[in-house]
T-cell receptor, first 114, second 111 residues
């Protein structure tokens, strides 16, 4: 069974540009989460989808971040315009229906904003 | 506010036992997770404790005391491949899908 995949693995962009990160959860996992780890800090929750619906987006830092999960399959996280403080590793995780404690993480996307 | 503390770094010897502690002060505790993360890789689920007591899973065990806001991860018969960061995370009652993370403990295994 394929695990959670994320694309790209690493992205380097300039301040002010736009970047879109993609996450493909494990097939059949309704729950999808986005997390971020900024250098030297702990992992922070960004948001949670149940199928295509945003269950909780309380962790989204500001309106420069937009997450979507059209069709309830893969999800995208767009940062527009990117700022220097957005640099970090963005993790996606998924869990099966009714078992939210089994979060399977993707390898992460390392975003560097210069 | 929510606060999770764990040591920044620990060193242990191959074949030995190590205990990584985690203390938390959160509102509405639901459960506590331990994840392992090798450098550059995704966090990997190790354990999930909801009730007080010890959960054993092979060489790894996790303990929880809800009244003390305390957990530990016990690793036995350490192997070099156990060198990694170990992350403690808490889920809350009113948002049990959102994990609050500690900063992680970097474990270094020496021969």
């Amino acid at each position: 069974e394929a695990g959670v995949t994320q694309f790209p693995s690493h992205s380097v962009i300039e301040k002010g540009q736009t970047v879109t990160l993609r996450c493909d959860p494990i097939s059949g996992h309704d729950n999808l989460y986005w997390y971020r780890r900024v250098m030297g800090k702990e992992i922070k929750f960004l948001l949670h989808f149940v199928k295509e619906s945003k269950q909780d987006e309380s962790g989204m830092p500001n309106n420069r971040f937009l997450a979507e999960r059209t069709g309830g399959t893969y999800s995208t996280l767009k940062v527009q315009p990117a700022e220097l403080e957005d640099s970090g590793v963005y993790f996606c995780a998924s869990s099966p229906p009714g078992r939210i404690y089994e979060q399977y993480f993707g390898p992460g996307t390392r975003l560097t904003v210069t | 506010g929510q606060n999770i503390d764990q040591p920044t770094e620990m060193t242990a010897t191959e074949g030995a036992i190590v205990q990584i502690n985690c203390t938390y002060q959160t509102s509405g505790f639901n459960g506590l997770f331990w994840y392992q993360q090798h450098a550059g890789e995704a966090p990997t689920f190790l354990s999930y404790n909801v009730l007080d007591g010890l959960e054993e899973k092979g060489r790894f065990s996790s303990f929880l005391s809800r009244s003390k806001g305390y957990s530990y991860l016990l690793l036995k018969e350490l192997q070099m491949k156990d060198s990694a960061s170990y992350l403690c995370a808490v889920s809350l009652v009113d948002s049990n899908y959102q994990l609050i993370w500690g900063a992680g403990t970097k474990l270094i295994i020496k021969p």
